[in-house]
């Protein structure tokens, strides 16, 4: 009967865990829709922003501008910085691991280039490891909200930026999880400084809506169209090139730094309810192997009990 009570307390502990798996589950998916709102909310700036961009693009010449240092692409490459995104809890698959990992991938391969290398981490899993291995750090963010916001993104642009503008590095490269689907999402790496002026609208910016499908979540990927009007040819500027693009670009900036936090957060959301979902889904068959062994141990006895009243009854005869 011990055993018995042994299953018996192993299925109501499974059960319970399935209960908690479920509940974030459900949690994680909520979150991924505000994440989606607020790219959504985030997006007609974005748009204007690119198109103003774009347009002074096709009126000025940019490599005519000399004291814009966020341009600076002909500046001496001798040190680099890597900003790596990740979270800062865990129970989301292999999110955290695979950021570390094409962290650490990307930190070697420049170091083997002979280049100085620092790292600016965001997350308290990617500022755990990485401290614990002595790696050069300059600055860390935690406590982050889960779905990111223009202040964080302005807060740690301004750290970049420091860095970037005093000379203290020549490059940023940005590491982080870009967002594909619900149950896909891929490390990738992006240099955020110096800004490339031939990049600044790109055809292939995209946003991601959630939707339901048959009672499943399910994400639909698209471009959206910039209806930003162009600006008139006899437009004149009251500012030289230099105070708009000084003024702009840090902006731009700002905008790719949240979208990309953006992208992280859901994909970090969505390797967690893939993960929760996937726990629930063992929990379950677990239960019911347990509960068919109970059965099985219970019959045992029951029968081992008729047995021995049998074999009594007939002693006794």
Same mark, same amino acid.
């Given at each position: 009967?011990?055993?018995?009570?042994?299953?018996?307390?192993?299925? @109501?502990?499974?059960?319970?865990?399935?209960?908690?798996?479920? $509940?974030?589950?459900?949690?994680?998916?909520?979150?991924?829709?505000?994440?989606?709102?607020?790219?959504?909310?985030?997006?007609?700036?974005?748009?204007?922003?690119?198109?103003?961009?774009?347009?002074?693009?096709?009126?000025?010449?940019?490599?005519?501008?000399?004291?814009?240092?966020?341009?600076?692409?002909?500046?001496?490459?001798?040190?680099?910085?890597?900003?790596?995104?990740?979270?800062?809890?865990?129970?989301?698959?292999?999110?955290?691991?695979?950021?570390?990992?094409?962290?650490?991938?990307?930190?070697?391969?420049?170091?083997?280039?002979?280049?100085?290398?620092?790292?600016?981490?965001?997350?308290?899993?990617?500022?755990?490891?990485?401290?614990?291995? @002595?790696?050069?750090?300059?600055?860390?963010?935690?406590?982050?909200?889960?779905?990111?916001?223009?202040?964080?993104?302005?807060?740690?642009?301004?750290?970049?930026?420091?860095?970037?503008? @005093?000379?203290?590095?020549?490059?940023?490269?940005?590491?982080?999880?870009?967002?594909?689907?619900?149950?896909? !999402?891929?490390?990738? !790496?992006?240099?955020?400084?110096?800004?490339?002026?031939?990049?600044?609208?790109?055809?292939?910016?995209?946003?991601?809506?959630?939707?339901?499908?048959?009672?499943?979540?399910?994400?639909?990927?698209?471009?959206?169209?910039?209806?930003?009007? $162009?600006?008139? !040819?006899?437009?004149?500027?009251?500012? !030289?090139?230099?105070?708009?693009?000084?003024?702009?670009?840090?902006?731009?900036?700002?905008?790719?730094?949240?979208?990309?936090?953006?992208?992280?957060?859901?994909?970090?959301?969505?390797?967690?309810?893939?993960?929760?979902?996937?726990? @629930?889904?063992?929990?379950?068959?677990?239960?019911?192997?347990?509960?068919?062994?109970?059965?099985?141990?219970?019959?045992?006895?029951?029968?081992?009990?008729?047995?021995?009243?049998?074999?009594?009854?007939?002693?006794?005869?």
């Amino acid at each position: 009967m011990a055993n018995l009570k042994e299953i018996r307390d192993r299925i @109501s502990s499974v059960k319970n865990t399935r209960k908690i798996t479920e $509940a974030m589950r459900l949690v994680a998916a909520a979150k991924v829709r505000r994440a989606q709102e607020q790219v959504l909310r985030s997006r007609p700036f974005a748009d204007r922003l690119a198109r103003v961009l774009q347009n002074l693009q096709s009126r000025l010449r940019f490599e005519d501008v000399v004291n814009t240092p966020l341009l600076e692409q002909e500046r001496p490459l001798r040190h680099i910085t890597l900003l790596a995104v990740s979270a800062d809890r865990g129970l989301c698959g292999g999110y955290n691991a695979n950021i570390i990992k094409r962290t650490e991938q990307r930190f070697n391969e420049l170091k083997g280039q002979g280049y100085e290398i620092s790292m600016v981490l965001i997350g308290r899993k990617a500022t755990t490891y990485f401290q614990n291995r @002595s790696y050069p750090i300059t600055a860390t963010f935690t406590g982050l909200d889960q779905v990111p916001n223009a202040e964080e993104a302005r807060a740690i642009g301004d750290q970049i930026l420091a860095e970037f503008l @005093s000379g203290s590095t020549d490059r940023v490269e940005m590491v982080y999880t870009k967002f594909i689907n619900l149950v896909s !999402s891929a490390p990738v !790496s992006q240099t955020l400084l110096p800004l490339d002026p031939q990049g600044i609208a790109s055809p292939d910016d995209e946003i991601f809506r959630l939707t339901t499908r048959e009672g499943q979540l399910a994400v639909e990927r698209g471009t959206a169209a910039n209806a930003e009007p $162009a600006l008139e !040819s006899d437009f004149v500027f009251e500012q !030289s090139p230099d105070q708009l693009l000084n003024a702009l670009l840090p902006l731009y900036l700002e905008n790719q730094l949240l979208r990309s936090l953006q992208e992280s957060a859901a994909s970090e959301l969505a390797s967690r309810m893939t993960a929760m979902n996937n726990a @629930s889904d063992n929990a379950k068959a677990l239960a019911k192997s347990l509960t068919l062994d109970y059965n099985k141990a219970r019959q045992a006895a029951i029968t081992q009990e008729i047995l021995e009243v049998v074999g009594g009854a007939t002693a006794m005869a």
